[in-house]
């Protein structure tokens, strides 16, 4: 991203450069081009004025006449410039001899006039007309010098051109990386300012521009967030002190109740159910608790990698052992060789609560399977079973708080908030879970765990 | 063997230090950190039993200020917060256990124990009970002169029961040991093992299990 902005200021800037450039070089051309010409026609306005007195008012003059006044007087500038005489009339009096055959062609305009015509073996030349008593006196100028000059002109600006692009690209890569200085230091702090710290702000700089408004933006949602983060981790600590204290002395108390009435039946059964349902009620306030932190944010995993068989292998065991005991056959059908980054007791956590959901559901002589599989985009972690599968409608929802439905909930024994749990250590690891119902056996349900190869927030920032 | 106790909940406070007294330790109780403070300077004690939420600081902070300060016997964390994090914080700010409430008494005073055994040095590598025996270098298991095959799970929870024989093992203890995970498993997974430990180790004919259920804790090897 923000190698691409760099790169379309620094084309932006050369472009700008270089159509600057080339737009005044080109009117530095035009304005040489017309001064060069409009000087030409000052020297053939001189030189007009000087052959109209030369020549006088009478019209009796002989071509011949003429021709020995110019000779005379005007022999040198003859030579400079080509010079044509000819009558109202229309008859040509005299010609220049540098002309050779070439005739100058007669204006219409009845004005002193310049314009510019090609004559044949001389090429384009300048012709200033004046009318003057009875003669048109044309003289002309060649243009090759100007255009010379003009060539000389534009091959310089040329290379000049193609310098400047040059330079414009260099030059804008450096304004580009100068300017996106402070955008690079807000994105790398920004990038910085996560779950693990949130103390850090972005550095304002004193000028008041744009840029700092910018950051003193993000520094107060910043400073909202570490509020809403620090509420979050408050109110978990709190609400976890404020109900496990009552039910510690509850428990406490029972326990002790327990011991005195040893030989009342009833008394003791009576209080080996409230310590079984007290033992229930935490297990809900933490599952609770730990799914409101890892929702909000606010529990940051340690990720580590570990070698994926040496990983699985002691819960492929447990998993083993649970579906023995209910007559269900357990099998790891795949199991992937590589490196997993992961909380490992989480993810024991989370396998545990999808087999023992799996073999909950699944009738005696079936079959459980967990698949390890490496994909291109980390781990796949499959778990399916030979169960009674989910009505469509629900599948999308078993992953959500306390729902509970007759098939997926085990025996009955689950708060509705264990796969709720799955779903938030999937995502803390900045994975997906989801379900869906079995086509390649009769029924079943198969529950599917992506687990990316770094999580999202981590990839991002490399 | 003197205890302290930090605890600002008056009522739990009263239970454990009731409790210890009951098992011949001589247990003070501490409401504050400040007080906490001034009986550690006082008199020194073979073990704290240490709450995190204190009206006057944090248990932890606590902690961190004795460990510093080359205070090194004993510390048993004892809190209502929740556990993952605070957890692997208390002990590796230098505490040697981490009891989460609500707990039972009898697991306190195992833990309890259990520390100021480890304290003591006391070792042993060969567990005998009931007929059971486990050679802990070996990993060789015989019931009844009998050898015993067992996998590596098993082997650590009877391990467990040996080493507290006749105590009863909470369900949150059993699986912090065994299975190092830092909270209960929905599962009934500690049942299933259970189960087939009784089954490599019948009781006698007639007998009762030697794995004893107490319902709503744990488990006991009478």
């Known amino acids: 991203m923000k190698g691409s902005l760099t790169t379309r200021l620094a084309w932006q800037f050369a472009t700008l450069l270089t159509l600057t450039t080339v737009v005044v070089l080109a009117a530095g051309g035009w304005m040489l081009w017309r001064q060069s010409v409009r000087s030409l026609e000052l020297l053939h306005e001189v030189e007009g004025a000087e052959l109209t007195e030369l020549l006088g008012k009478d019209s009796r003059l002989s071509g011949a006449d003429i021709h020995r006044l110019i000779h005379n007087d005007a022999g040198s500038d003859a030579s400079l410039y080509f010079i044509q005489v000819h009558h109202t009339d229309g008859t040509v009096l005299y010609r220049s001899a540098n002309m050779a055959d070439a005739i100058l062609p007669m204006s219409l305009a009845d004005e002193r006039d310049h314009r510019t015509t090609t004559l044949p073996g001389v090429g384009d030349v300048r012709v200033s007309e004046f009318h003057q008593g009875p003669w048109h006196l044309q003289i002309a100028s060649p243009l090759s010098q100007i255009s010379r000059l003009l060539r000389d002109y534009a091959e310089v600006s040329g290379s000049l051109v193609f310098g400047v692009a040059l330079a414009g690209v260099v030059l804008g890569y450096a304004f580009g990386r100068v300017t996106l200085r402070p955008v690079r230091e807000i994105e790398s702090t920004a990038r910085r300012i996560d779950a693990h710290n949130l103390r850090e702000r972005i550095r304002v700089s004193p000028a008041r521009d744009e840029l700092s408004g910018l950051a003193t933006l993000l520094n107060q949602m910043f400073d909202r967030l570490e509020g809403s983060f620090e509420q979050v981790k408050r109110f978990t600590a709190d609400a976890s002190h404020e109900l496990k204290t009552p039910l510690a002395l509850i428990r406490l108390n029972a326990e002790r109740l327990r011991a005195r009435v040893t030989n009342d039946q009833e008394a003791a059964a009576g209080l080996d159910d409230l310590m079984e349902e007290i033992a229930r009620m935490n297990r809900i306030i933490e599952s609770l608790l730990f799914i409101a932190k890892a929702e909000s944010g606010v529990l940051s995993l340690t990720l580590s990698e570990h070698e994926v068989p040496a990983l699985l292998g002691p819960f492929a065991e447990d998993a083993r052992v649970l579906a023995e005991d209910r007559g269900v056959r357990f099998e790891f059908v795949r199991d992937d060789a590589g490196l997993m980054r992961v909380e490992p007791a989480l993810l024991r956590q989370l396998l545990l609560n999808l087999v023992g959901n799996a073999v909950g559901v699944s009738a005696p002589g079936s079959r459980v399977t967990l698949e390890s599989m490496r994909v291109a985009a980390g781990w796949r972690l499959v778990v399916a079973d030979e169960g009674p599968g989910l009505p469509p409608e629900h599948v999308e929802k078993i992953f959500e708080r306390f729902v509970r439905y007759e098939h997926a909930g085990a025996s009955g024994g689950g708060n509705g908030l264990g796969l709720a749990i799955c779903r938030s250590i999937a995502e803390l690891h900045g994975g997906r879970i989801r379900a869906e119902n079995r086509e390649d056996v009769r029924r079943g349900l198969r529950v599917i765990v992506d687990l990316p190869k770094r999580p999202q927030a981590e990839a991002a920032g490399g | ?222």
């Open chain 2, 1 to 222: 063997m003197k205890i302290l106790i930090v605890e600002d909940e008056r009522k739990v406070a009263q239970f454990v230090e009731r409790a210890l007294a009951e098992q011949s330790y001589t247990p003070r109780v501490a409401a504050s950190c400040a007080a906490a403070r001034d009986a550690l300077a006082e008199s020194p004690y073979d073990a704290v039993v240490l709450d995190l939420g204190l009206p006057d600081g944090d248990g932890l902070d606590l902690l961190r200020q004795w460990r510093a300060g080359g205070f090194n016997e004993p510390v048993l964390i004892l809190s209502a917060r929740d556990a993952v994090a605070d957890r692997i914080n208390g002990l590796n700010l230098g505490a040697d256990d981490y009891l989460a409430k609500p707990f039972s008494i009898d697991e306190l005073l195992a833990r309890v124990r259990s520390l100021l055994r480890r304290k003591a040095g006391s070792k042993t590598t060969r567990l005998e009970h009931r007929g059971i025996t486990v050679d802990l270098l070996t990993r060789a298991v015989t019931y009844l002169g009998a050898p015993v095959e067992l996998t590596s799970r098993e082997f650590a929870l009877l391990e467990l029961f040996l080493q507290n024989a006749g105590r009863v093992l909470t369900r949150t203890l059993i699986s912090e040991r065994v299975w190092e995970a830092s909270y209960d498993m929905e599962t009934n997974l500690i049942d299933v093992y259970v189960r087939k430990l009784r089954q490599k180790f019948p009781a006698p004919a007639g007998g009762e299990s030697l794995f004893k259920t107490v319902r709503g804790t744990g488990y006991q090897l009478a």
